[in-house]
Structures are given as C-alpha cells and as structure tokens.
C-alpha cells in the first residue's frame, strides 16, 4: 500500500513524456480524419398545428454526409424529407437535436449552403445575368469578374444567348437552369436541391436531370437532393436514404453502387440499376404510399 | 387591319372625352340652365383662368403642396407597409390604427386639423398626407407580405441580413404593388387637395372653383373642373408611364390605354 501512494516523482514525468510523445509523434485518428460535411444529429422537429395540435414532422433523424457525395433523401410528400434540408440550410430551426456543417453548429442560412428550391425563387426584377451575379456581388466579387464568372455558368447551364432575359420571359426548365447557376456563382460547399425539378415536364426533367448529372461529375460538390422520384433519386446519387411519413424517420439508407460518370441509356440497361429501382418501390411500398400501413 | 385597330386603341381615351363633352353639350342645351353651361361655354373659359397670373400662381402653390405632400407620404407610408408585411408585430400594432382612419373622409377630419395648425399650408399638407398615405401603406402591406418565402431565403442563403433583404428584396418584388398605391395615392391626393382648399379657402384651384360658384360664374367653375379633371389625367399618365419603367421585368396585364400618353 505505502508504495502505491508514494510513487516517486520521476514515475509522474514518464507519464507526461508518453503522453507528450504521443501528441507529437502519433496524432490522434479524430484529427486526422476530417468531420463529416454534414452531420444530422437526433433531430427532431414539431409543428404547431391549428386548433393547438402539434404535429411531429421528424422524428430523431440522424444523419452524416460526407464531402463530395450526392445523397438524396427519398420519400412519399409529407415525410418531412423538405424540412430535413430547410433545417441543413438553416431556414428552420429544428425543434430539437442540431445539424452540423463542417463540424460547425447551423443557427441560420450562410452560402456555404446553397439552396435550388422547386419554385425557382429567381428574382424577377433582375435578368438572368442579374440574377447570377447576385451571389457574387453580395459577397464583394467586383462587378466586372462576377459577370465573367456569371457568363462562364449561364453557358455552362446551357443558356448562352439568355443573359438579358428577364425570368419571366423563361419557361420552367430554363428558371431552373438560372436558379443553379445562380447558386453555383457563390460556390457553395454543399448543394441543397428540394425537389428542384418537381415543377418540370417529364422531358424537361430528363434533360435537367443529364446536365446535372454532368455538371456535377466534373467537380463533385456536396449535394443534398430531396425528390419523390426512385428512378431520379438511384439515377443521381451514391447514397440514398429512405424516409417514412407521419412520423418522418429515416426507414432506411443505401449505398447506390453503380459506376461513374453514368450515362442515362447505359445504366437504364443495367441490371442493377434495375434492381435498385424494383428494390427501393417495394420498399417505399412497403410503408405504404399514402402513409397507412398495408 | 391591324394598324387601324392600334389606331382606334389609341384613340379611344380621345374619343371618348369627345363624348362626353358631346352629351354634356346636348344635355346643357336641352336644359337651358344658368347653373349649367354648355361644353363649349366652359372650354372657352379655361384659357381666361390659364392666362390669368393670380389663378396661375393659385394653381402652381395647390401642385406645390400636393407634390410635397405626396412625396413625404410616400417615403413614410413604403417602409412603414413594408415592415408590417413581414414583421407580424410590426403589422399587428399599426393594423388597428389604420383601420380606424381607413374609412374616415380625410376632408371631414380638416376642420379639426384647422384647429391645431390653421388654414396654410400645412393643414392642407397634412390633409393629403394621410388620403395618400393609407393607399400606399396598404398596397406596400399586400406586396411585402406576398413575396415568395423562397426568394428571401435564397437571399439569406446568399448573406443578406434581415435589412438588406427588406431593401433589396422585399421592396422589389413588391414594387408592382407599390406602385399601384401610389397611383391610387396621386388621385387620391388630387381629390384632397381640391376638397381641402374648399373648406380652408385661402388659395389654391379648389379655391377658385368656390369663390366662382359663390358669385356665380358657373363658365368657371366648369373650366376649373376641366382644368383639375385634365390634370389628373396629365399627372396619371406621367405616372403610369414611370411605373410601367420601373416595373418592365413584371409580368404583363391586360393594358387598358387610360391615357394619352
């Protein structure tokens, strides 16, 4: 006993050199491994009703998503899978838990998330150039670099010709088209796309879905993508998850395994494409389309 | 074909007045009433009151105060509507205040406004003050609060704090329905100025329509309503001109030609 509480002195200062060695030499793993780009931590989020009631719109989502991955979050309307991203972005403060980005607590909007939405929400009074530029100079890119930028996008967009348009005279694809370039101008580091194409076409939302697709594939930015849609969700994405309604839960998320850069008439071919779509209706199936169980 | 059909859109306003004052000379022969001129009695009276220097500068200080006045309300009554469309407590304090003014006759509440600050200018500034303000305040309401939620997170998304967005969003998108309170508001304050000068009678066109009604010189006071009813038209015309520039982006109605211009 008496040689257990008198350890001598030096005893004390081996243990601080291992521990000194040790930061220096072996840093720890969590350091070395970035956070994830978005982590979703018990989050939980409940609406205020008429009449009192309070309706539980996601219940103890967890999530993480890594950086340059295209996740999308699939679901029957009405699962809360629009608040999960309106809560990443920072519009809605969720009731309880918290999201991170880059390890940092969202309290509020900020443009390193850049949020597509389905109505496009393009600002009317500007032109599509206006529009682009809008990002960049409120964040003090001088005017005559922002419209170069501007200019690179709304080719890259597919809208060359367009630059002094103003929305109104756009039909619904082409808004879209403005509304990501406009995002795209303030390089956002996360991509928050709600249900973008929703509004469109089933052609329209073919060809949207393609330059998507390859716009993205050439600088894989974090992207976030609700839809309703299973063929869009498995063409789009490495991972997906699943969510079911009433209350709003994660039912489940898989890992889309098919090969990249994916070609539209290729992989509608594959087999496994094929089955992650099959697979994924039964699923959703399975929890009942209209939310009531089978 | 269709030129004649955009030369007979254009006409119409024209055409129209010319009407009016055919009835109204027909009517007036008919009748045969001292209190009641012919058309043509009353337009040759309006050069008489434009070529006289005293009725010039009367009607000169009653534009003077009308444009002071609708100025002022403007710049008030646009931030203010604002506010109230996208700050519920904002809105659910001064809501109650304008409905009680909305439906009271600007003129009746003159005598009171007499009272406190006279009869000059500044009775009858405050008089179109608040026939102007309401309209404005209540089409900037309507506007601010239609504004997509969506475009001001975009903005938000983009770094706009919470003022800036009023200023550069919210204000914008909701100039369509600004203007169209203005335009309401520059009637209105055409309207309040003429019954303001009536019951201060101190100067001013409504001013001279009175002092002609009281000695009997209805040629004038036909002329006058000529001369206040044109220039309504000219003020609404030079307007809808303005806004139809400031707000080219928005969405095209259905143009009914109400002016000239």
Known sequence: MESLELEPFWVELLWVGCWAKSKLFWPPRVRARAPAMIAIDHVSQTFQTSGRQSHLALSDISLTIEEGSFVSILGPSGCGKSTLLYIVGGFVNPTQGEATVKGRTITGPGPDRGPVFQEFALFPWKTVLGNVMYGPRQQGVKSAAAEAQARTLIEMVGLKGYENFYPKELSGGMKQRVALARTLAYHPAVLLMDEPFGALDAHTRTRLQNDLLNIWERDRKTVLFVTHSVEEAVFLSDKLVVMTRSPGRIKQVIDIDLPRPRRRAALLLDPRYQKYVVDIERLIDDTGEDGLRP | ?261
């Open chain 2, 1 to 261: 074909m269709i030129a004649g059909r955009a030369l007979l859109s254009r006409s119409a306003p024209l055409l129209a007045c010319l009407g009016l004052l055919a009835i109204w000379q027909v009517a007036a022969l008919i009748l045969k009433t001292d209190s009641f001129p012919t058309a043509l009695e009353a337009l040759r009276a309006v050069p008489s009151i434009l070529g006289d220097k005293e009725s010039l500068i009367n009607i000169l200080a009653s534009l003077r105060r009308m444009a002071i006045a609708f100025s002022v309300a403007v710049a008030v009554s646009i931030p203010l509507g604002l506010m109230m469309g996208r700050n519920r407590y904002v809105a659910s304090f001064f809501n109650p205040l304008l409905m009680i003014t909305y439906p009271v006759p600007k003129a009746a509440l003159m005598p009171i406004i007499m009272l406190w600050l006279g009869v000059g200018d500044l009775a009858k500034m405050l008089v179109i003050f608040l026939g102007v303000s309401l309209p404005v305040i209540y089409h900037s309401f309507q506007g601010a609060r239609a504004v997509e939620e969506k475009m001001l997170w975009s903005g938000a998304a983009m770094g706009l704090s919470a003022a800036q967005r009023l200023i550069r969003i919210v204000l914008p998108a909701a100039l369509p329905e600004i203007l169209t309170g203005c335009r309401t508001g520059l009637v209105l304050a055409l309207i309040t100025m003429v019954t303001s000068e009536m019951i201060a009678r101190q100067s001013g066109a409504g001013n001279i329509l009175f002092n002609a009604l009281d000695m009997g010189q209805y040629e004038t006071v036909y002329a006058m309503i000529i001369v206040i009813g044109a220039m309504g038209i000219g003020l609404d015309a030079a307007f809808e001109k303005l806004r139809s520039r400031l707000v080219r982006w928005s969405e095209p109605g259905f143009d009914i030609p109400l002016s000239f211009a």
